[in-house]
């Protein structure tokens, strides 16, 4: 299987693993549901998250983004102040004022839970495209990323958004660190956390 960096080219194509992967998510479904049902802004939501993300060289994905990891290393920031106020204003544009409000209050949920110490790597998102589910290609990635990170001393986090992968990342080595609740429909969030392993 041809795991590789992503790079500036890839970012249609990982955008679009990630935004088919989360469209039924139950945390971000219902937190990006558009005015009257829409969802077109959505993929433009995602996009953000993985051009701030390339430059890191942290990006991963399998066989032509058939699943795809985007990780962020210690210290490093999610996107550009610049990035970050066009999310606001797509947020803005396209949700209601109560479900701005409530991705409001999502977002800090969040970044609250998230730990400072120590430096760790992130993962702020694994998307398997649908076409691919059921052929653990995720796994496969999940654990080459792991091992390399194992190699640098470096611990995981991450936060899963649906509890049917929870297992998944516990066959990783994660193990529960925190819960808290979705804003609009109450859906658990798990945060999780994994040692470095030495060799």
């Known amino acids: 299987m041809d795991f590789r960096v992503a790079t500036v080219a890839d970012v249609d194509a990982v ?3 990630i935004t088919l992967a989360f469209r039924d998510d139950p945390v971000w479904g219902p937190a990006l549901q558009g005015k009257d049902g829409a969802t077109e802004h959505c993929r433009r939501f995602w996009q953000y998250f993985v051009e701030g993300a390339v430059p890191h060289k942290k990006v991963f994905l399998a066989d032509d983004a058939a699943t795809v990891a985007v990780w962020l290393p ?10 970050e106020d066009e999310l606001d204003a797509l947020i803005a544009t396209n949700l ?5 409000r409530a991705y409001a209050d999502l977002w800090e949920r969040f970044e609250s ?3 400072e110490t120590p430096p ?5 998102l694994l998307a398997t495209h649908p076409r691919f589910r059921g052929r ?4 496969q990635l999940l654990a080459e990323n792991l091992a390399a990170f194992d190699v640098e001393g470096l611990p995981a986090y991450l936060e899963s958004t649906n509890p049917v992968n929870d297992h998944r990342y516990e066959r990783a080595g994660f193990r529960a660190l925190g ?6 429909d109450d859906a658990p969030v ?4 994994r040692d470095a392993r030495s060799a």
């Open 15 to 17: 955008t679009e693993t």
């Open 74 to 83: 210690p210290g490093a920031a999610e996107m550009t102040a610049e990035q």
């Open 96 to 100: 209601s004022p109560e479900r701005v």
């Open 113 to 115: 839970s998230h730990p």
């Open 120 to 124: 760790h790597m992130y993962l702020s």
């Open 136 to 139: 653990g290609i995720g796994q």
């Open 179 to 184: 819960r808290f609740r979705a804003v609009i």
């Open 190 to 193: 798990t945060t999780m956390w």
